[in-house]
């Protein structure tokens, strides 16, 4: 908790305290009071950026000589990185596959990294970024199961409490668990009363099977349309915290994600990506929340393609 407290002197600056958006008319719809921390609005499109800042000030203090950073993401985490990395005058690296997204690549890019493309699988990516740390000198920083890292994502959950104390329950997107690990230490450190709920997607629900099982699993294969939520299992520092702090896990399907991102770009005005996305498409199907609860949910990010958004608006009535 002290770490997350440090975590946003450290970030102030580099990262934006996002708004707190009041949602009536979508809240009403669903018959709850919603806001919306609307980290789409953060700079790079996303929350990465915090813990991203926050890892590299902890480096940057640490005195000992830093020769750069190295990711194995091509999506959030990675732009994040080199956004952050350029911000204190490192060099950034970021392994992408083969078949990267050329916007992702670009825009990693455009923060100043410089991107190796490497074959297609993740333990391809993640072999190839450990090897060129250890040959060039790196510091490798991973997307999620780092305590700078999560710590950095807490951040979220202290501007939360702040914006609305009256708040009963957070939802939150789940990945590999370090947005929802950061928030749920920050938030029920300080009220405990407050009900944290991870949301994945059917089709990658590491969290919730693991947390069914009591110890950790690995799925055989991941399928949805918001792949800032793919996964094969939980990360090793985030589970035992999830697992402690967060009161439930719930699931949506693709068309419930498609859903709720033309809600949120048609009545909230908010254009969010489909792992964003996903906190809110489970308030508004009645999952993980009670009714007439004061609900925030966090959505995650913005970075969207634009044949996915395009997806999303023709489900809208
Ligand atoms: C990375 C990411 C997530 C998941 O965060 P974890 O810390 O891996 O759980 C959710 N939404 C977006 C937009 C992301 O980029």
Same mark, same amino acid.
């Given at each position: 908790?002290?770490?997350?407290?440090?975590?946003?002197?450290?970030?102030r600056? *580099?990262?934006?305290?996002?708004?707190?958006?009041s949602?009536?008319?979508?809240?009403?719809?669903a018959?709850?009071?919603?806001?919306?921390?609307?980290?789409n609005?953060?700079?790079?499109?996303?929350?990465k950026?915090?813990?991203? $800042?926050?890892?590299?000030?902890?480096?940057?203090?640490?005195?000992?000589?830093l020769?750069?950073v190295?990711t194995? &993401?091509?999506?959030?985490?990675?732009?994040?990185?080199?956004?952050a990395?350029?911000?204190f005058?490192?060099?950034?690296?970021?392994v $992408?596959?083969?078949?990267?997204?050329?916007?992702k690549?670009?825009?990693?890019?455009?923060?100043?990294?410089?991107?190796?493309? #490497?074959?297609?699988? &993740?333990?391809?990516?993640?072999?190839?970024?450990?090897?060129?740390?250890?040959?060039?000198?790196?510091?490798?920083?991973?997307?999620?199961?780092?305590?700078?890292?999560?710590?950095?994502?807490?951040?979220?959950?202290?501007?939360?409490?702040?914006? #609305?104390?009256?708040?009963e329950? $957070?939802?939150?997107?789940?990945g590999?668990?370090?947005?929802l690990?950061?928030?749920?230490t920050a938030?029920?450190?300080?009220?405990?009363?407050?009900?944290?709920v991870?949301?994945?997607?059917?089709?990658?629900?590491?969290?919730?099977?693991?947390?069914?099982?009591?110890?950790?699993?690995?799925?055989?294969?991941?399928?949805?349309?918001?792949?800032?939520?793919?996964?094969?299992a939980?990360?090793?520092l985030?589970f035992?915290?999830?697992?402690?702090?967060?009161?439930e896990?719930?699931?949506?399907?693709?068309?419930?994600?498609?859903?709720?991102?033309?809600? *949120?770009? *048609?009545t909230?005005k908010?254009?969010?990506?489909?792992?964003?996305a996903? &906190?809110?498409?489970?308030?508004?199907?009645?999952?993980?929340?009670?009714?007439?609860?004061?609900v925030?949910?966090?959505l &995650?990010?913005?970075?969207?393609?634009p044949? $996915?958004?395009?997806?999303?608006?023709?489900?809208?009535?």
């Amino acid at each position: 908790m002290r770490d997350v407290a440090r975590a946003r002197h450290r970030i102030r600056g *580099l990262a934006v305290e996002t708004p707190l958006v009041s949602a009536r008319t979508l809240g009403e719809t669903a018959g709850l009071k919603l806001w919306l921390k609307a980290e789409n609005l953060q700079r790079t499109g996303s929350f990465k950026l915090r813990g991203a $800042v926050n890892r590299l000030a902890v480096l940057a203090r640490s005195g000992a000589p830093l020769r750069g950073v190295i990711t194995a &993401s091509s999506g959030n985490h990675g732009q994040a990185l080199a956004y952050a990395a350029r911000a204190f005058g490192y060099p950034a690296v970021v392994v $992408v596959p083969e078949d990267a997204a050329p916007p992702k690549v670009a825009a990693a890019r455009t923060f100043g990294a410089e991107v190796v493309h #490497c074959g297609r699988t &993740s333990a391809e990516r993640f072999a190839k970024a450990y090897d060129l740390a250890a040959e060039r000198g790196l510091e490798f920083v991973p997307p999620y199961d780092d305590p700078d890292i999560i710590a950095g994502q807490g951040t979220i959950g202290l501007e939360i409490l702040e914006a #609305c104390p009256e708040v009963e329950a $957070v939802l939150v997107p789940l990945g590999g668990g370090g947005l929802l690990a950061g928030i749920a230490t920050a938030i029920k450190e300080r009220a405990p009363r407050v009900r944290l709920v991870g949301v994945e997607p059917e089709g990658s629900n590491a969290h919730q099977q693991s947390r069914a099982a009591g110890r950790p699993v690995t799925l055989p294969r991941t399928e949805t349309v918001a792949d800032g939520l793919r996964k094969l299992a939980p990360g090793r520092l985030t589970f035992p915290i999830i697992q402690e702090k967060v009161d439930e896990i719930v699931t949506v399907c693709d068309e419930e994600i498609l859903q709720a991102m033309a809600r *949120l770009a *048609l009545t909230a005005k908010l254009v969010v990506e489909p792992s964003g996305a996903t &906190s809110v498409a489970a308030a508004l199907n009645g999952r993980g929340v009670r009714p007439g609860e004061r609900v925030v949910c966090v959505l &995650s990010g913005g970075n969207v393609d634009p044949a $996915v958004l395009a997806r999303a608006l023709e489900t809208a009535p």
